[in-house]
């Protein structure tokens, strides 16, 4: 019996191989490792897709957020209001810049941040909001951008898990001041290594981020202010351009997968599929159920047993780790959410004989 993994790069791989060894071939003969044309391309292919004036590629999807913070000004003993449902690195980066992350509860239905939670924790000290896409959902974003504008703060959009993903017909990443990106293989837009990038509309944050990237310098060997080294290599910017004129096409398929998910899956009980917004183009990063009535373990038990993959993401909120527990916070929706959600397989070459086997052994294990 073969295994089904959470998400199975080879079909992508197998079917752009002689592209991926042209360009990979390209850059080795350059010569060529390090901010070359292929990020300039790169970058300027991405700003063109996405609807945005500026984009930096940086080391991480990590970096992107820090380097993002910083260069939005955001600084020690300042605070920023995000969700405790996520994965840690965007507290963390929060953390690096010496800010002060303060969560808030998140909507039970879509999972993310519950904007209309935010009004009620800001504080004087409040510089930034920094709402998560989880899972590829897009956040509510206008009462978001409302809040901003009434309130002077600026807004940081962790895309990490949605790339391509909208909201009223616009890309996420591109609403807020600045967007953040993570190429991490699994990522929608994986690079084959680590690789982020950074998003925005404004010219003097996008000079800040791109100085930071390379030790403060926008002249070499002239720096100017405390940076980082996190750039893009050219290996992975050339893998990054064949791989993004699939995007849409690999966004539709996953979305084609979730579809059918959501019709086979929502008759079982006990389980609850993920809602799409309306107004917003969800690109199931992770297709998320939840298991409800404490079966969620049992539920993993038997689809390992048949050799099906299945991940929580996350089992514990960003608030109940090591590094905040004793805070003792309490965010109900989000601590229910990490005992309840399981992630299934899906990637948009999925076929209809493999999704049929997750959809299949669930049901048994739920009848
Ligand atoms: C993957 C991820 C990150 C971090 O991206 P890296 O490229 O691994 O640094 C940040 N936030 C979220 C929500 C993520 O899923």
């Known amino acids: 019996m073969q295994t089904i993994p959470m998400i199975e790069l080879k079909a992508e791989i197998d079917g752009l191989w002689q592209e991926l060894m042209t360009s990979i071939q390209g850059v080795l003969r350059s ?59 965007t507290a963390e980066a929060i ?13 039970r239905h879509s999972l993310n941040l519950d904007p209309h939670l935010i009004e009620s924790v800001m504080t004087e000290r409040t510089k930034a909001i920094l709402p998560v896409h989880l899972y590829g959902q897009a956040v509510e974003m206008d009462p978001i951008r409302a809040l901003a504008r009434r309130y002077g703060l600026k807004v940081v ?57 390379v030790h403060g310098a926008r002249k070499k060997y002239h720096n100017e202010q405390v940076g980082y080294n996190s750039r893009l290599d050219e290996l992975q910017a050339a893998i990054l351009r064949v791989k993004l004129p699939y995007i849409e096409e690999w966004n539709e398929g996953r979305r084609r997968v979730a579809s059918r998910y959501n019709t086979l899956l929502q008759e079982i009980s006990d389980v609850v599929v993920p809602v799409e917004l309306s107004d917003t183009k969800h690109v199931y990063h992770q297709y998320t159920v939840r298991i409800r009535n404490g079966k969620r373990s049992l539920v993993q038990q038997l689809l390992a047993r048949e050799g099906i993959d299945s991940m929580v993401y996350y089992p514990l909120p960003v608030h109940k780790l090591p590094v905040y527990r004793e805070l003792g916070y309490s965010f109900p929706q989000a601590e229910m959410a990490a005992c309840e959600v399981l992630s299934l397989p899906i990637w948009p070459q999925m076929t209809h004989a493999v999704q049929d086997r997750v959809i299949h052994s669930l049901r048994q294990c739920l009848s």
């Open 157 to 213: 959009e962790d895309v990490a898990q949605a790339f391509g993903g909208e909201y009223k017909g616009i890309k996420l990443g591109t609403i807020g001041d600045v967007g953040c990106y993570s190429f991490f293989p699994s990522k929608n837009l994986g690079a084959y290594g680590d690789g982020g990038l950074l998003v925005t509309n404004d010219d003097d944050v996008a000079l800040c981020a791109s100085m930071l990237r």
């Open 31 to 89: 010569g060529h490792f390090i901010m070359g044309p292929n990020v300039n391309a790169f970058e300027e292919e991405v700003a063109n897709y996405l609807g945005v004036k500026h984009a930096i590629a940086v080391n991480s999807g990590t970096d992107a957020l820090v380097i993002g913070l910083r260069a939005l000004g955001i600084e020690a003993g300042d605070e920023v209001i995000t969700t405790p449902f996520t994965f840690f690195a």
């Open 95 to 107: 953390e690096q810049v010496g800010a002060v992350p303060v969560f808030v509860d998140i909507d």
